[in-house]
């Protein structure tokens, strides 16, 4: 959808409101997929389920609508694009020279085989995806004579919105870097935006309403695609950034250096946290608060610590949605106005979250 600067500012704003004040973002896409036995164990993780099982993406984005969530995040956060062999080549960039970029990852395109075009097209089937599961579920709303559709299911026609999903670099290089920045001493601003330029363009056009640019672990990532978002891109987007230690972003850069970066962004349109543990958000939406007006956005992970070599989440530290719920009222009290769940949550995350909230509780059934 276009924007004219006239609208820009309010958008998510009236979106927020159009919601009756708190929106509701859908859960974990990637853990739910594995939690209908998908096997992600792979460099393009939910992405492979575009290509594999099409239908799975398509039903846990209606699970997710049918348990209340207002905006759709896609499947597309770790797809990339074959074009990048020849934005290193355009660079004369040396592979040596950064840090977990090499003959590698030439070598792991060549092995999965996908052409430019393909990757593209892969990008936008998974908008497409997302797209269809709204006219489903506004296709069963239609057929429905109330707003609950039992067994715990909410079919209310109302606003929803469908979030193109970008991951991190670090999100690309599948090491667990989009949980620590580290990126190595040789990158820089210029590569960045040269990786990530391509994805954007194609998202933009792909008929989604706003771009999520998810888990952005360091300073000069969100001012890579900020400016990237400056370079003709038409739909606003969202930042979110993930933290560690409840004060910085996860490479130790600051959050408000970072949260500014995404306030002086025209097309940014909200700003927040993700893939976080809930005991941390609280003094994050303060952080971000002190330098932005934006609406602020936080869905944070289960609480459960992701084991970059093991390729998997430890549950000691994790919550469960009772007691991620419970905090949900106090971020909104405190300045939150989109809340919703990444990795490990839920659909039933999701019906808790509308069940707590006051202005949604009435047309959320049970489960």
């Known amino acids: 959808m276009g924007l004219s ?13 159009k919601c009756g004040g708190v929106a509701v973002i859908d859960g974990g896409l990637a853990t739910e997929l594995e939690r209908h036995g998908a096997d992600l164990n792979d460099p393009l993780w939910s992405a492979k389920c575009l290509l594999t099982s099409a239908n799975l993406v398509r039903q846990v984005h209606l699970d997710y609508l049918e348990a209340g969530a207002d905006i759709l995040t ?22 040596s020279q950064l840090t977990g970029v090499g003959q590698a990852t030439i070598q792991g395109f060549e092995a999965k085989g996908f052409s430019r075009e393909e990757s593209e097209a892969m990008l936008k089937k998974s908008v497409d995806i997302a797209c269809e599961a709204r006219d489903i ?15 715990g299911r909410t079919l209310k026609h109302r606003p929803i919105l469908v979030a193109a999903s970008v991951g991190s670099y670090g999100a690309y290089l599948a090491d667990g870097s989009e949980y620590s920045g580290d990126y190595g001493d040789a990158m820089n601003l210029e590569f960045l935006k040269s990786f990530h330029r391509r994805r954007v363009q194609v998202l933009a056009e792909s008929g989604a309403d706003l771009i999520a640019f998810e888990t952005v672990p360091n300073k000069l990532e969100a001012q890579a695609f900020a400016e990237l978002l400056e370079e003709g891109i038409n739909i606003p987007a969202w930042f979110s950034f993930n933290s560690k230690d409840g004060v910085n972003v996860v490479s130790g850069d600051s959050l408000t250096e970072c949260a500014k970066i995404a306030d002086s962004c025209q097309k940014v349109v909200a700003v927040g946290i993700n893939c976080t543990p809930p005991r941390f958000i609280s003094g994050l939406i303060q952080t971000i608060k002190k330098v932005t007006a934006k609406p602020i956005l936080v869905y944070p992970n289960s609480g459960e610590t992701y084991d970059a070599e093991l390729k998997q989440w430890v549950k000691k530290s994790g919550v469960t949605d009772v007691d991620f719920v419970s905090y949900v009222n106090k971020w909104c009290e405190i300045g939150a106005s989109l809340v919703g769940g990444c990795c490990r949550t839920t659909p039933n995350t999701i019906r808790a979250i509308c069940r707590t909230l006051p202005a949604r509780s009435v047309s959320i059934s049970p489960a």
């Open 74 to 95: 896609t499947a597309s956060y770790q797809v990339i694009l074959m074009a990048f062999i020849g934005i290193i080549l355009s660079l004369s960039l040396s592979l």
């Open 137 to 151: 579920y506004y296709e069963r709303c239609r057929e429905s004579s109330s707003d609950s559709g039992g067994e």
């Open 5 to 17: 600067d006239g609208n820009l500012h309010t958008f998510m704003s009236d979106f927020v409101s």
